[in-house]
């Protein structure tokens, strides 16, 4: 993961990781990002060559391990600009992935200036974020969720019925799922760890105690991976392709549209059902979500059109 970088992105990365404790995706992420713009920032600094005539071959063909400090000290806001206007012009990154990249810049730069105190100027700090749109998450109605649920068939049904239940229900991420162990149930609990390696305990309603009471009876018990709660054809764990590819499954013979439709979408449609049916604040939400922040949750306490109407109808003025 480390070999193809200089040793100051190095020490950034292993402080988030163990002094932070940033997840692995995340510190994936933060390695891929910061390992592009360095390559960037050589070829247009060091190499004189202009940003459109960068492309993704000479971007990966180009080695920085021998940066050090002083060209990191050399860096400004404008060639940080100059990045950004490669990513929007040349790469043609979306205003999500440019903010994320942002978003690694900054706390690259913040490490460099306010932990390791290497730099006087901090170039980052006025580097603003594009201003992302708000999209309506996609989410199934409580028919198209019912109707889900009765096209599990065939084999896997009793594993694949009890996936398809705790997604619907209980609005868990794909990665917390397929990574449940026996001794994370506890009577109606599951113990849940989210992202950030953060622990939170999540109700099981009557319908995931059933569904779970029905997979561990049919469970096949000589497996490979005896902790697992979900193992795949081959006795090991279940993986995320494999949950995606079984979701994309059971959408199409549901009759939906398995391109609008993913195990994330199926997160959105629980954390809806839970908010317009059943009435849970967002402050709840947040909870069963493992959201940190109450912001992220509001995303999900959309209004739909029938709530709309609903509210138009009962304006006063309505019947006059």
């Known amino acids: 993961m480390y070999e193809d970088i200089p040793n100051f992105i190095k020490e950034f990365l292993i402080y988030m990781q163990n002094i932070k404790n940033r997840s692995k995706s995340t510190i994936r992420e933060y390695n891929y990002d910061l390992r592009d713009a360095f390559r960037f920032l050589k ?4 190499d004189k060559v202009k940003f459109n005539n960068i492309n993704n071959e000479l971007l990966e ?3 920085i391990t021998s940066l050090d400090i002083d060209f990191v000290k050399k860096i400004e806001l404008s060639d ?7 990513l929007s012009n040349v790469r043609s990154d979306k205003p999500t992935t440019r903010a994320r990249k942002i978003a690694a810049l900054k706390s690259f730069f913040n490490f460099m200036t306010f932990k390791q105190k290497i730099l006087d100027k901090n170039p980052a700090v006025e580097l603003e974020t594009p201003k992302l749109s708000k999209r309506l998450p996609k989410y199934l109605s409580l028919d198209e969720s019912v109707a889900l649920l009765n096209s599990i068939e065939g084999k896997f049904e009793k594993r694949d019925t009890c996936i398809i239940t705790l997604f619907l229900n209980c609005g868990l991420r794909l990665s917390e799922l397929v990574a449940i162990n026996f001794k994370d149930i506890k009577e109606d609990s599951l113990r849940v760890v989210g992202k950030g390696d953060k622990e939170r305990s999540v109700y099981l309603n009557n319908a995931c105690q059933k569904a779970l009471k029905e997979h561990i009876a049919t469970r096949p018990k000589d497996v490979k991976d005896k902790d697992a709660l979900f193992v795949s054809e081959r006795g090991t764990r279940i993986g995320k392709r494999t949950v995606e590819m079984m979701v994309k499954k ?16 199926l997160r959105h449609t629980a954390a809806t059902l839970m908010h317009k049916y059943g009435g849970v604040d967002i402050r709840s939400l947040q ?20 709530q709309v109407k609903e509210a138009l109808e009962k304006n006063p003025l309505n019947n006059m």
Do not use: C, R
């Open 61 to 63: 063909e180009t080695d």
């Open 287 to 306: 909870q069963i979500l493992g959201h940190e922040s109450v912001s992220t949750t509001e995303i999900y306490t959309h209004v739909d059109s029938e």
């Open 43 to 46: 070829l247009y600094k060091i």
């Open 250 to 265: 059971y959408i199409t013979l549901a009759g939906l549209d398995p391109k609008k439709y993913s195990p994330h979408k």
């Open 80 to 86: 940080l600009y100059e990045y950004l206007n490669y």
